[in-house]
């Protein structure tokens, strides 16, 4: 399972090329030496900026959008972000196009065309662009494969070439020069969002999901076919400018292969440098970011920049070299954008700052922990066993969101709950594919089910009745009891079964039982848990000699995949296991190969002197049998510390070494000796579980400190602690 390691460290620092680019586009550094040199570099080299920017939107945003994963509220808010940059920057250029006249006598017609096809300034035509091209991409996406998009996408870049580039060709054709007649009233060019944005950012899309990546990322290989294409894109751009064909020139056939094999070059360079160095990488992020920011905002001020330098150029007198000397001209507008934006960045970049969420007490959860025991837990199964993890209880703690988003990046797309209303709050915020409510609904919420696509165990043949009764479809899992007497259908009951498939609304998508006493290895209980597998195979072979196939049989939790591999169904409704820990602390050191996701950490409130014979906390519970040192913890039992941890059981750890917890663990507080650590001070970060220096706490220690399993401890804490993913 483990991902090769991939870095798009490269792409954000051409990012910034890109837009250094789009400066030359706009500034013709060479014409003062060569119109052909010029030509060559702002019309060819330069015209792989822009489908660059689209790319990185196709695989980082639209992939997403056009994945399951994200629901339309997502490419929304996308498309807010970049109508508030829109936003702002046509604030920015209204003195100048003021100034320069551009709004006067404008129609309606014109304003609209100015709005959402060429932009209120001559570059902000890329902001519409992206928004127009990401809501067709993902229109297209709701009815078509990528396949056919790419293909919808490849033909509106033909109808473009010849609005653009190869205009000259067509610009005689009766019917078709009639037809871009009508085009050119609508929008003035054809490098917009309908023809230039879909195709790239499609592929960049395609990039983001495709399973292998083009000649395994051989970058010799990618950088010798790119050079290719580009030969190609400069014959192809210096032979139309030589035939006059050209309206306009952002558009070439070559452009793209040009920019397909340009971003695999540079994914691939992405892989060797993230194999070289994989430290600093908070650093690196830091740095990625100011990248991306700044090269946006050399993109939306440089002509600003260039009126600037004319305008200073003027003033001082120096206009024959800043700005007739076009490559001097072109460095000076350099000059200013770059640390302009680079300042901007920044200051965005700092505002922008995360609120601090580890104040008092908090979860840390680890991401590359929950990768670990999915891949350990996939390697145990048949590969047509699916995991179904148990997101319930808040996903025993963890945070069933986050748990539910993460698994989703690790292709997981099937998910049980307890409750009708965990189901309902995944799918509020956005998580698809498959959930499967465990637990009782009442027939007042059945309304929920069918609205958040949830499905429903059947309790018994009674509860079935209900659930059909409520009179629409509603899509079901029956629940068999082959031996727990909790929820389920007696598997012996085979008629009552039977019956459930024919109520006429409800859909049986699977059958399932589950196992009471695989988590422990005595005879009897393997006996007892073979028994009720085969109650439960048995009826499924019953149900099909009645013409009813079973779609979904499933009937192991983490213990059963652990302990009977081979009992595998349709799904593996895993929980604990996921997690990293099992239920008690035996079975967790026998399994070691699980690794815990949560952490639970909190801050010390303060630091004090307990003097002998000074007693502390409610009940006065501890007294001090010389002067000591002890620190309050800014963490209590609401947050999940059991309270049976108090005095003398339990510990924590503050900077790797033991602390034990003294008197009576409060709401909200808890108090520690601290006389065998070093110097504690307030603010200093207390983990009760996790590990600290070399010593770690598990959740099984505080479990079987306080007399119950894993599985209570974890699903106990508290709604208050902030959680957070960390890690790669
Ligand atoms: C909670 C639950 C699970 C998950 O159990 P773990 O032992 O945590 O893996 C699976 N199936 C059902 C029916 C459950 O209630």
């Not at 309304?447 to 009674?462: A, E």
Request: proline share 3%; glycine share 8%; with cysteine.
């Amino acid at each position: 399972m483990m991902r090769e390691k991939q870095s798009y460290a490269i792409l954000d620092k051409f990012r910034v090329f890109a837009a250094v680019l789009v400066v030359a586009i706009h500034t013709s550094p060479l014409l003062s030496y060569s119109e052909s040199a010029d030509f060559f570099f702002t019309r060819i080299l330069g015209r792989i900026a822009v489908p660059f920017f689209f790319m990185v939107t196709g695989q980082f945003a639209v992939a997403g959008f056009l994945s399951t994963k994200k629901q339309f509220y997502d490419v929304l808010q996308y498309v807010k972000k970049i109508a508030l940059l829109y936003g702002i920057a046509i604030l920015i250029y209204l003195p100048v196009g003021i100034y320069a006249g551009q709004y006067e006598k404008l129609g309606v017609w014109e304003c609209v065309r100015m709005l959402v096809f060429d932009g209120t300034f001559y570059h902000l035509w890329y902001f519409p662009a992206c928004i127009i091209g990401v809501l067709l991409v993902y229109g297209m996406g709701q009815f078509m494969r990528m396949p056919q998009m790419l293909a919808a996408a490849g033909a509106l870049y033909v109808v473009g070439l010849f609005g653009d580039s190869y205009y000259g060709l067509v610009e005689e054709v009766p019917v078709v020069a009639d037809f871009y007649g009508i085009l050119f009233q609508i929008c003035s060019y054809t490098r917009n969002g309908v023809f230039l944005a879909p195709v790239f950012l499609l592929l960049g899309a395609w990039i983001a999901g495709r399973p292998k990546r083009f000649a395994n990322g051989n970058v010799r290989l990618l950088s010798l076919i790119l050079l290719l294409s580009f030969l190609a894109m400069t014959e192809e751009a210096f032979l139309l400018r030589h035939f006059k064909l050209q309206r306009h020139d952002s558009m070439y056939v070559a452009l793209l292969p040009v920019m397909y094999f340009l971003y695999e070059a540079l994914l691939a360079c992405g892989m060797l440098v993230s194999g070289k160095k994989q430290k600093r990488r908070r650093n690196t992020q830091v740095l990625a970011r100011l990248l991306r920011t700044a090269s946006t905002w050399v993109y939306i001020l440089h002509p600003a920049i260039i009126v600037v330098v004319r305008g200073a150029a003027k003033v001082v007198k120096a206009e024959s070299l800043l700005v007739e000397n076009s490559l001097v001209h072109y460095l000076a507008v350099l000059a200013i954008s770059l640390p302009v934006a680079f300042v901007i960045a920044v200051v965005l970049n700092a505002w922008k700052q995360e609120p601090f969420r580890r104040g008092r007490a908090w979860i840390e959860l680890d991401r590359g922990a929950l990768a670990a025991n999915v891949g350990l837990l996939r390697s145990l199964l048949p590969p047509s066993c699916k995991l179904m993890p148990a997101v319930k209880a808040d996903a025993y703690g963890h945070g069933a969101l986050l748990m539910a988003r993460e698994l989703q990046k690790l292709d997981v797309d099937a998910f049980c709950v307890a409750s009708v209303e965990e189901g309902a709050m995944l799918r509020k915020k956005g998580v698809k594919g498959e959930i499967l409510v465990l637990g009782y609904t009442h027939p007042q919420q059945f309304g929920l089910l069918c609205r958040y696509h949830l499905i429903q165990t059947v309790i018994d043949h009674h509860y079935a009745v209900q659930l059909n009764h409520f009179g629409r479809k509603i899509h079901v899992h029956i629940g068999v009891d082959t031996g727990m007497h909790r929820l389920g259908e007696r598997s012996e009951n085979l008629d009552q079964i039977a019956a459930v498939y024919r109520m006429k609304n409800l859909v049986v998508d699977g059958v399932y039982t589950h196992l009471c006493v695989s988590d422990t290895d005595g005879r009897r209980d393997k006996q007892y848990t073979k028994t009720q597998a085969g109650a439960l195979y048995q009826l499924v072979d019953a149900l099909k000699a009645q013409g009813l196939p079973c779609p979904k049989v499933h009937l192991q939790a983490s213990y059963g995949v652990l302990n009977y591999p081979d009992l595998a169904g349709d799904y593996a409704r895993v929980g604990i296991a996921l997690y990293g820990v099992l239920s008690t602390k035996e079975d967790t050191e026998k399994w070691d190969g699980l690794q815990p996701v949560l952490s639970l950490k909190a801050r010390v409130a303060t630091v004090k002197t307990l003097y002998q014979g000074e007693s502390a906390g409610y009940g006065l519970q501890f007294t001090a049998k010389k002067d000591m040192k002890i620190a309050v913890l800014a963490i209590g039992y609401a947050d999940g510390l059991p309270r049976a941890l108090s005095q003398g059981v339990g510990h924590v750890l503050l900077h790797g070494q033991a602390a034990p917890i003294i008197g009576r663990i409060c709401m909200d507080q808890t108090l520690v000796d601290i006389s065998s650590v070093g110097k504690v001070r307030a603010g200093d970060v207390a983990v009760l579980i996790g590990y600290s220096g070399e010593r770690q706490i598990s959740a099984c220690d505080l479990a079987e400190q306080s007399g119950t399993i894993t599985n209570e401890i974890l699903s106990r804490m508290g709604a208050r602690l902030e959680r957070m993913v960390v890690g790669v």
